[in-house]
């Protein structure tokens, strides 16, 4: 079946835009995570979806990440007031469920800040 | 909080030798560790996990790894590695029954022929 999708693959925006990373997961998957990957902090953890229950925001740096998840499918991660700093692969992955089920990664979105 | 830790950013060895990429987590009541893999330019898969029972893992693909709690580590190993093994390696970790995946800074594996 088809796997984790993410649009756009590439997305170049100019510092202060804000920008929306999409994610596709598995069917019937229904645990979403995002994760980001940078040189200077390497894979860290963003947020998390469950079902119908609140998302973990524990790892979003700031006030201007935000995101959501709509019918329990597709999510979208929003970056509001885009800074260099921002400038990383945004990867999403999705379960199962929650607990020990295996991450399936997307293949991930650059965002470029220039 | 949990945390990992890999040892060796870069591990250069030649094609058909063994090979070890380092792995060791903060000690948790309850932990499951896992071993991802990144191709040039594509996305992360899972290569192994441990969750419970035997120690020893092993991937389709030859590579094994130890969950040693004693020692606090994941070690993976490969006794004969190929050209096609290059990648970066990145050992994870949770705990409990909440799978917020916590990651080590990554290996990144050159081999030479």
């Known amino acids: 079946g088809a796997g984790v999708s993410q649009s756009p693959s590439n997305k170049v925006t100019e510092k202060g835009k804000d920008v929306e990373l999409r994610c596709d997961p598995i069917?019937?998957?229904?645990?979403l995570y995002w994760y980001r990957q940078s040189l200077g902090q390497g894979l860290e953890f963003l947020i998390y979806f469950q079902g119908n229950s609140a998302p973990d925001k524990s790892g979003l740096p700031s006030d201007r990440f935000s995101a959501e998840r709509t019918g329990g499918s597709v999510s979208t991660l929003t970056i509001q007031r885009t800074q260099q700093e921002d400038s990383a692969v945004y990867l999403c992955?999705?379960?199962?469920?929650?607990?020990?089920?295996?991450?399936?990664f997307g293949p991930g979105t650059r965002l470029t800040v220039l | 909080a949990q945390s990992v830790t890999q040892l060796d950013s870069q591990v250069p060895v030649f094609e058909e030798a063994p090979v070890e990429l380092r792995c060791n987590y903060s000690?948790?009541?309850?932990?499951?560790l896992f071993w991802y893999v990144q191709y040039p330019n594509q996305g992360l898969q899972l290569l192994l996990k441990y969750l419970s029972g035997s120690t020893l893992v092993e991937s389709i693909n030859g590579f094994e790894a130890e969950f040693n709690k004693s020692q606090t580590s994941f070690h993976l190993r490969k006794p004969s590695v190929h050209i096609s093994d290059t990648a970066e390696y990145f050992c994870a970790a949770t705990s409990g029954g909440y799978n917020k995946l916590i990651f080590g800074a990554g290996t990144r594996l050159a081999v030479h022929p």
């Open positions: 992955a999705s379960s199962q469920q929650m607990g020990t089920d295996t991450q399936y």
């Open positions: 069917s019937g998957h229904t645990a």
């Open positions: 000690s948790s009541v309850s932990v499951y």
